[in-house]
């Protein structure tokens, strides 16, 4: 870095292959318009889910032009529901395990798994880095940085449930995606930006994702 630079420090955003890869869209969009930067690393499983989800193939070659699309995307599939930028982006190959994020020197905010398949969750509570996101997340874990955990599978297993309270007991924050109703759902995108939104609370980064509980019962009941 050079005098009077200064030092970019991004959220790292890890896509493992669960599903519910709009999360990880909601999450990227908050990140960005709330002026973080975002480093990205999507595992190689989550190619399918998001395939399997948007009809996106994610490709390291294109990914400004994939990350824009998919961004793009309202949860129900809708194209162009959000007008997004990706210039404060960084984005990593999974297999590129010399990348910046695999170094505790590389400079982070801390990571934001999103959403977290049972395979990466062992992985991380094992440490095992198989790939560059669980790398990250393990360099994250050893450095203290914040890590969030954003489990997707149901049901667990005690083996996963395990997994989950090794990493509680690592200082990891064990987020399922688990939407909530109190908050006045009407479309999928509510559901889906509540759970972007307790990511993002959780990450200590201010959002208007949902709207909040004011301590008034019936504020999430539907007008008639
Ligand atoms: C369409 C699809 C949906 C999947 N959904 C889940 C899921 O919700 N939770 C999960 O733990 N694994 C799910 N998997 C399995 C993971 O992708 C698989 O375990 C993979 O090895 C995860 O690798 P990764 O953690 O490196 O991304 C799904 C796979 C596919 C193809």
């Known amino acids: 870095m050079k005098p ?38 999507v595992s190689r499983a989550s190619r399918l889910t998001l ?63 999103v959403p977290a398949s049972t395979a990466c969750v062992a992985g991380v509570a094992l440490g095992l880095s198989k790939d560059l996101l669980q790398r990250a997340a393990s360099v994250t874990l050893k ?18 449930l395990r997994h989950l309270v090794t990493l509680d007991d690592a200082g990891a924050t064990v987020l399922p995606a688990s939407p909530a109703f109190y908050a006045g759902a009407t479309h999928i995108q509510d559901l889906v930006d509540f759970v972007a939104g307790r990511v993002l609370d959780a990450a200590g980064v201010e959002h208007t994702l949902y709207r909040r509980w004011e301590g008034e019962l019936g504020g999430g009941s539907r007008p008639t």
Do not use: C
């Not at 450095?143 to 996963?160: A, H, I, S």
């Open 4 to 41: 009077g630079q200064t030092q970019r420090t991004p959220w790292i955003v890890g896509v493992s292959g669960a599903s519910g890869t709009p999360y990880a869209a909601a999450v990227v969009r908050a990140l960005l318009e709330a002026g973080e930067g975002v480093d990205l690393i």
């Open 51 to 113: 395939l399997d989800e948007t009809g996106i193939s994610f490709r390291d070659a294109h990914w400004d032009e994939d990350l824009r699309e998919w961004l793009s995307r309202g949860a129900d599939g809708k194209p162009d529901t959000f007008d997004i930028q990706v210039q404060d982006v960084r984005h990593w190959s999974p297999v590129d395990l010399a990348a910046g994020p695999s170094s505790g020197s590389y400079p982070s905010k801390g990571m934001l798994i």
């Open 143 to 160: 450095e203290g940085r914040k890590l969030v955990v954003t489990v997707r599978e149901t049901p667990l297993n005690g083996q996963t």
